[in-house]
C-alpha cells in the first residue's frame, strides 16, 4: 500500500514539476507543451463538469434550474478561449528566452503550472458567485418573506 501511495504521489511531483524541454529550439518547447494539452485539458474540463454541477445544485435550491443550452454553449466557449490562453504558453517562453537569452531560466515548467493553477481557480470562481447569490437569496427570504 505505502508503493502505491510514493508512486501516486512521484506522478503527481512529476506533473506539476517537469522538466523543461530538453532543446531551447521553437520545435521543442511547442512540442513540450502540446505533450501537456491533454492533461491540461482533462484538468480544466473535469473543474468545468464539477462547476456547472454545483451552479445547478445552488439554482435548484433557490428555485431556478439554468438552462442547459446556456450552460453548454457557455463551456464550450469557455474551453475554446481556454485553450486560446494556453497558446499563450510557449509563445511567452519562447519570448522570454529570446529577450534572456542562455542567462534566463527555463520558464516551460513554472508557466504550465501557473496557467494551470489559474485556469482551475478561474474555472471554480463561478461556484462563489453562485454560492454568494444563493446565500443573498436565502437572507433576503428571510428578512422580507
Known sequence: MKGRYFG????????LYPLPAPRRTAGAVFLWWESRRLSYNLIVGATGC??????????????????????????????????????LGPITELA????LGDRGPRAG???FRQGLLFSVGLTLFPIALAGLALAARLVKGIILP
Open 8 to 15: 501516486a504521489v512521484s506522478g503527481l511531483v512529476s506533473f
Open 109 to 111: 515548467p513554472v508557466l
Open 50 to 87: 464539477a462547476t456547472v454541477t454545483v451552479i445547478s445544485l445552488f439554482g435548484a435550491l433557490a428555485g431556478s434550474v439554468p438552462r442547459i443550452e446556456l450552460l453548454v454553449f457557455g463551456s464550450t466557449i469557455y474551453g475554446v478561449l481556454a485553450n486560446v490562453c494556453y497558446c
Open 96 to 99: 522570454l528566452d529570446r529577450f
